[in-house]
């Protein structure tokens, strides 16, 4: 497939068909700069930038083509990160920067010399050592989104690996409710229909849920936590916030409650209020709400009011 190809594909703002035609396209570093440029420019006219591919997100999309199109390569190289941090340092784009965080949040870059002592250098690259690499490459901006975000980008990986091992759990456990839901008999009613599809998506997806906030005003809350005994989150956010945004926000404060053993040491922001969500999720995850250990709530309002 061919570069114009692709550029089509972003044009028509089809998440799914961009996928399928960058990873079906040879680019050089170049191309998929433009490409990244191209799709970055149509996520932000349409108010979705940073928007995961699911989300509509076109960026994302281009960047998961990248990534398909090596491992059917079998390269090795992670050329998708490569070029959107090449888009950033370019731009000196802290959008760019802030794209690649959430997708890629392990990145790291370094200036490696030719000997032993540079290439070990390299592998041990930290934000510190990334930022300073946008910083002599002219991208001062992107340097600093670095160096103020330096402690939730330091702490990634480990998030990441932690979430992972409570994830595989909460979906192992999801496919035993369908299980025992399904030897009850047949599954009727708004929901127990929808309790059926969300499991399935856990399931599918391989992770817990986090749905933007709905247009008749209920809000974003997470679906799976409460498989493993833990309180499911409910997003409380101001009114104009973007519905992927809040949505990001709380799969990204759901992960840092897995890797923590409480809520306290995940040093999440309540809220006092009540939403309605809760009242949903209480039917929702009624059939497994003996795995809760007593005293632990069903639900926790998380304060997003302060987050961008």
Not at 125 to 130: D, N, V
């Amino acid at each position: 497939m061919s570069v114009r190809a692709c550029l089509e594909a972003v044009l028509g703002s089809e998440p799914a068909r961009v996928i399928d035609a960058v990873a079906s396209c040879t680019l050089t570093v170049d191309e998929a700069m433009k490409l990244l440029r191209q799709a970055h420019a149509a996520d932000v006219r349409r108010e979705l930038d940073g928007a995961f591919a699911s989300q509509g997100g076109l960026l994302h999309a281009v960047f998961l083509g990248l990534r398909r199109r090596q491992v059917d390569a079998a390269d090795h190289a992670d050329n998708a990160t490569t070029a959107l941090a090449a888009a950033a340092l370019d731009e000196d784009s802290p959008a760019l920067m802030a794209a690649l965080g959430t997708f890629e949040p392990n990145a790291r870059m370094a200036l490696v010399d030719e000997s032993p002592q540079g290439v070990d250098a390299f592998s041990r690259a930290s934000i510190e050592r990334t930022a300073l690499f946008f910083h002599d490459g002219g991208a001062v901006r992107c340097a600093q989104y670095l160096v103020d975000h330096r402690h939730e980008l330091t702490n990634a990986r480990r998030v990441q690996f932690l979430a992972r091992r409570s994830i595989e759990r909460i979906v192992a456990e999801a496919e035993l409710q369908l299980a025992k839901l399904f030897s009850l008999g047949a599954v009727e009613g708004f929901v127990a229909e929808l309790r059926v599809a969300a499991l399935r998506e856990i399931v599918e997806t391989g992770d817990l849920l986090t749905p933007p906030p709905d247009a008749n005003g209920r809000p974003s809350f997470s679906l799976g936590l409460s498989l493993i005994g833990r309180p499911e989150l409910v997003a409380d956010a101001p009114p104009d916030a973007r519905p992927y945004r809040v949505a990001q926000q709380l799969a990204a404060m759901a992960r840092r409650s897995l890797a923590e053993s409480s809520l306290e040491e995940a040093a999440l922001p309540r809220s006092g209020r009540l939403l309605v969500a809760n009242s949903l999720l209480a039917q929702l995850t009624a059939p497994w709400a003996h795995l809760r250990p007593r005293r632990t709530p069903g639900a926790v309002v998380l304060d997003l009011c302060g987050k961008s």
